[in-house]
């Protein structure tokens, strides 16, 4: 019966079907700006992470009541980094002159699901949605464009 078991165990968990999904956050931070004309300002966040297995796929992300689409085509919101071996993700708001403007594709008029924590990440693996909750994001000193 032992064997049994442990013969079950190694076929469902195995490297090729594998039992769990790991994001790693590297590097989490949100960074205020201002400048260019006035009444121009908004925040950039930037979150570098490692998720695998490597057939996961990032979905969106939710940052303080805004959600993004997430892309990782060339000229989308999400990089790759091969030093780290690592997926870094770019969205931000901004504000012009009284009206808002988004880095990103927003999710327009969709209420964010409330988590415990600075952002929520949507990813997909074997076509079933999965979260990650980042905890917190370090705070970068302001940027002020001329």
Not at 17 to 32: D, K
Not at 36 to 63: E, F, M, Q, V, W
Request: glycine content about 10%.
């Amino acid at each position: 019966m032992k064997k049994l078991i442990v013969g079950i165990l190694i076929a469902f968990c195995s490297p090729v079907n594998s039992c769990a999904q790991t994001v790693e956050i590297l590097n989490a931070s949100r960074q205020g700006w201002s400048g260019g004309i006035a009444g121009n300002y908004g925040i950039k966040y930037s979150i570098t992470l490692k998720l695998s297995p490597k057939n996961c796929k990032l979905d969106s992300i939710y940052i303080n009541d805004r959600g993004y689409k997430l892309d990782s085509k060339p000229g989308g919101n999400v990089e790759r980094d091969t030093l780290q071996h690592a997926l870094i993700i770019n969205v931000g708001e901004g504000h012009h002159g009284g009206r808002d403007d988004n880095y990103n594709v927003q999710f327009p008029g969709q209420h964010v699901r409330h988590f415990e924590g600075a952002a929520l990440i949507v990813y997909q693996y074997r076509s079933k949605p999965y979260t990650f909750i980042v905890k917190k994001m370090e705070e970068l000193p302001p940027l002020a464009f001329p």
